[in-house]
Nanobody
Framework: QVQLVESGGGLVQAGGSLRLSCEAS????????YGWLRQAPGKEREFVAF????????KYADSVKGRFTISRDNAKNMVYLQMNSLKPEDTAVYYC?????????????WGQGTQVTVSS
């Protein structure tokens, strides 16, 4: 079992920055890769970024490449999403999720989400 708690969301103007944090507890932190996903009102949840168990591999949605950076601190059981050059279309609830380090990416555990609102 993994418990995930996101923080760092808020209201920001277009062009601004936010850093989301996700604190993990429960099972061994390095047993999992972690992803950030988001869901805007009236839309399906979509992938944003993923980081492997040791931080050696990362993946990004095309819509955020070059603007967002995912990272992890295995000593602190933390995952981060640095978001720069934010756009109104980035407005969504952002979720942190954990996927077992072996096998295909499958998000077995989810946080409660944190709201990000980007004003134009």
């Amino acid at each position: 079992q993994v418990q995930l708690v996101e923080s760092g969301g808020g209201l920001v103007q277009a062009g601004g920055s936010l850093r989301l944090s996700c604190e993990a507890s429960g099972d061994t932190f390095t047993n999992y890769g972690y992803g950030w996903l988001r869901q805007a009102p009236g839309k399906e949840r979509e992938f944003v970024a993923f980081i492997g168990w040791n931080g050696g591999s990362t993946k990004y949605a095309d819509s955020v490449k070059g603007r967002f950076t995912i990272s992890r601190d295995n000593a602190k059981n933390m995952v981060y999403l640095q978001m720069n050059s934010l756009k109104p279309e980035d407005t969504a609830v952002y979720y942190c999720a954990a996927s077992p380090r072996v096998g295909v990416i499958q998000y077995d555990y989810w946080g409660q989400g944190t709201q990000v609102t980007v004003s134009s």
